[in-house]
């Protein structure tokens, strides 16, 4: 791919992934009284959905600083080096994770 087509792609995957957590992050509209007591009941299942958000979330936003990294070695001409050991990151991982600054040895 040449740069431009990289940058393209890059922003895209950036858009998709604010718009996947600002998704995980809007409110439920109908939560109604919750209760945590003994019994597993609507309450402890919207605790554990919540936690489920939250760590998909953490790892949306791992990615998100991925991207951004790539993005910035892009500009920087960076782009496709190892940022541990400076090494030609292999064009099949870039391939298919565009927003990869380390190569297979350090990731």
Request: glycine share 8%; net charge negative.
């Amino acid at each position: 791919m040449d740069p431009v087509e990289i940058r393209e792609t890059l922003l895209a995957k950036e858009d998709d992934l604010l718009e996947q957590m600002a998704r995980l992050t809007r409110p439920e509209q109908d939560q109604g009284a919750i209760s945590f007591g003994k019994r597993v009941g609507d309450g402890t299942a919207m605790a554990v959905d919540r936690l489920t958000a939250v760590g998909a979330h953490d790892n949306l936003q791992d990615i998100l600083d991925q991207v951004r990294r790539a993005l910035l070695r892009l500009d920087e001409g960076s782009y496709g080096l190892c940022e541990v050991c400076g090494a030609q990151i292999l064009p099949g991982r870039l391939e298919v994770r565009p927003w990869s600054t380390r190569c297979l040895e350090h990731s």
